[in-house]
Each structure stands twice: as C-alpha cells, then as structure tokens.
C-alpha cells in the first residue's frame, strides 16, 4: 500500500513517466484505497495552493536600502570620535612612557657614579687601612726591640783604655831614631868571598 | 535615486519592481518555515537586505526568486536553530499563544500544516504553490531527489491523518 502511495504522491507532483501512469492507472482502477488516497492527496494539493495563495500581509519595505547619498565608507561619528580619543590617550601614554624612560635612565647614571665613587672610596680605606696596620706593626717591633735593649750593657768611658800621651810617642820616636843612626848598612859586596870585610 | 538590480538576463530593474514581485513569495515561504507572522517579515527584509547587500556575489546562473529563497531558507533555518538553542520555552509559548489549534471546531488546514514540521511545510510550498520539480527543490534545500520525493509523500500522509483527526 505504502507503494502505492508514494506513486500516487509522485503522480500528484507529475514526477511520473508515461509507463509509470499507465501501471498506476491500472492499480487505481482495481483499488478503492488508492482512489482515495489520489482524492485526499489531489484535495491537499489544490488546499495547500490556496492557502498559501490566500495569505496576504503588509509588507512595507523599511529603510533597508542603503542610501545613495550617503557615503557607504564613512566611518560613523561615534566611532570617529572613539578612534581619536583613543590615539590621544596612545600617544600620552606612549609620552609617559618615554619620560619614565628617561629618568630611568638618568638615575641609573647616577648609579654607576655613586658606585664608582664608592669603589674609590672603599680602595682609599683599604690603603690608609693597610699602611695603618704596616705603622702599627713597625712601631710594636720597634717596641720589642727598644724593651730588649734596656738589658744589653752600655759601654761606658771609664771602660775604654787610655791612649799614651805626645811626649812619650815622642821619646819613643827619638830612641828609634838614634837606634837606626848607629847601625851598620850590609850590602852585597861584604859577603864577598864568603866573609865580610870590614869590622 | 533609485536602488537598481540587475536580473539573470543581466537586464536593469528597480529595486521596488523586485521587491513588490517577488515579497510576497518570500513571505509566504518564509512563514512556512518559521510559523510566525513577524518572523517571516523580519525573514523578508532580511532577503532583501542580503540582497542588495550582495548584490555583486550574485553570478546570475540562478533566477533571482531562486536566489531569494535560498537566502531566505539560510535564514529561517538559522533562526530556527538559535531558537533551539536560546530558549525553547518561550519559542513553545509563542507558538501556543499564536497558533493554537480550535480544538472545538473542525481541524484547518492552517492548524494541520502549523503541527507538521518545518522541513515538510517548506516542501510542500516549494510544490504546490511555487511548483519546483523534485529536482530544483532537491538543488534549493540541498539534499537528494530520492530524500525529496519520501519527504513530500511523508508529509502529505501526515497532513493527511491529522486532518481526519487521526493524529
């Protein structure tokens, strides 16, 4: 039955071919059913057409078509104004920005030279500290050194021997001298003959 | 100055010559999708919109009504799908409030195409009131001739039973 149906569905939308109507035709006029499922599916189709056809409404066109005069790219005036409100407060921010920047910078430099300033400073000390210790150390050495003296024995004056006086140089000058005045002088020729001639 | 639109045969027409022929159409399909008066007139305006709107993207190799009702299609079935998605309940109470069936009289066919779902009523518009063959309605609604042909017959038999009261 569904089969039938459905080619009586098909014959209603005039889907069918001539040999497909003639089997159809054939069926119909043996069955009561398909008749009147061709009556009913006929009866729906006109229906349906005049109810679609029977619906009417005021369809007044809107404002839909875009105006000619307008200018279609024209960006709109609240956009307009948000885009330039924007920029400004880019352009401040990025102003801001640099100027943090800078100062940033600076107190960096001012960094470096209090930190150089303070390495040269901390070199300074170090030094004075260093000759300071080498001071200290010196003068406990000098310390030691004077506490060991204290108990080494001084020379004194009294200690030293006396050295002869003039007059007794002077004597002991002229005897040396009156002893080489009466001395015999020996030369080569004396030994002459394995004696000496003379006295 | 007038909006003007070119047809498929490439051929210069006003705008509201378009609109006043083919509104109408686009309005009664767009209400067989979506069942509600001001949804299929928001749907038309929509069309027309798109329309104009893309109006260059338009090759020409389909007729205009054609290209119409695909942009119309496309949106009803997105409205259809953000109603799903959004809020089924009050899309019910619309409905009931809008369509709701005299039960006290006789069934109408108004009320028997509103309870059939929105892919049958649109079939059964495309063929009986525009009268597409199986194969433009295939090519509109982007499914096969077969697919068509079962659906069509479906939704009579179903139209059919609820009218008898079967349903």
């Known amino acids: 039955m569904k089969e039938i149906e459905l080619q009586i569905s098909q014959f209603v939308d005039n889907e069918l071919n001539d040999a497909e109507q003639k089997k159809l035709f054939s069926v119909l006029a043996e069955d009561q059913n398909a ?23 005021d369809l007044l066109p809107r404002s839909f078509i875009p105006d000619q005069t307008k200018d279609k790219h024209e960006p709109n005036r609240k956009y307009k104004a948000m885009f330039y409100f924007s920029l400004a407060a880019s352009i401040v921010l990025a102003m801001l920005l640099a100027w943090n920047q800078k100062s940033k910078d600076e107190l960096y430099e001012q960094n470096n030279v209090l930190q150089a300033k303070y390495n040269s400073l901390e070199r300074q000390y170090s030094n004075v500290k260093e000759t300071k210790t080498e001071k200290e150390s010196f003068s406990q050495q000098l310390a ?18 006396k050295l002869p ?23 080569k020729e004396d030994f002459i003959g394995g004696q000496i001639v003379g006295n | 100055m007038e909006k003007v639109i070119l047809n498929h045969k490439r051929e210069i027409i006003p705008f509201t010559e378009l609109y ?43 007729s205009q009504k054609t290209w119409l ?45 509103i309870c059939l779902s929105s892919e049958h009523n649109e079939l059964l518009f495309l063929k009986e009131y525009d009268g597409y063959s199986y194969k433009e309605i295939a090519e509109l609604t982007n499914q096969s001739i077969e697919n068509v042909k079962i659906k069509l017959f479906r939704a009579r038999q179903q139209l059919r039973e609820i009218l008898k009261g079967d349903k």
């Open chain 2, 69 to 113: 009702l695909v942009v119309a299609r496309n949106y009803c079935y997105s409205k259809l799908r953000r109603a799903e998605k959004s809020n089924i309940r009050i899309d019910e109470e619309v409905f009931e409030s809008s369509y709701e069936p005299q039960y006290d009289s006789e069934i109408t066919l108004k009320d028997a195409l």
């Open chain 1, 165 to 187: 006086d003039t007059e007794f140089l002077s004597r002991i000058k002229q005897k040396y001298e009156t002893r080489l005045a009466n001395s015999v002088v020996i030369t």
């Open chain 1, 35 to 57: 008749r009147q499922t061709l009556s009913d599916f006929m009866h729906l189709k006109k229906n349906i057409s005049a109810h679609h056809n029977n619906i009417t409404t």
């Open chain 2, 20 to 62: 006043e022929k083919y509104s109408m159409d686009i309005y009664r399909y767009s209400l067989s999708i979506l069942k509600d008066e001001d949804d299929a007139k928001d749907a038309v305006q929509e069309t027309f919109v798109k329309y104009v709107e893309n109006e260059s993207s338009f090759r020409g190799d389909a």
């Open chain 1, 144 to 161: 030691k050194k004077s506490a060991l003296t204290k108990f080494v024995k001084q020379p004194s004056l009294k200690t030293l021997p």
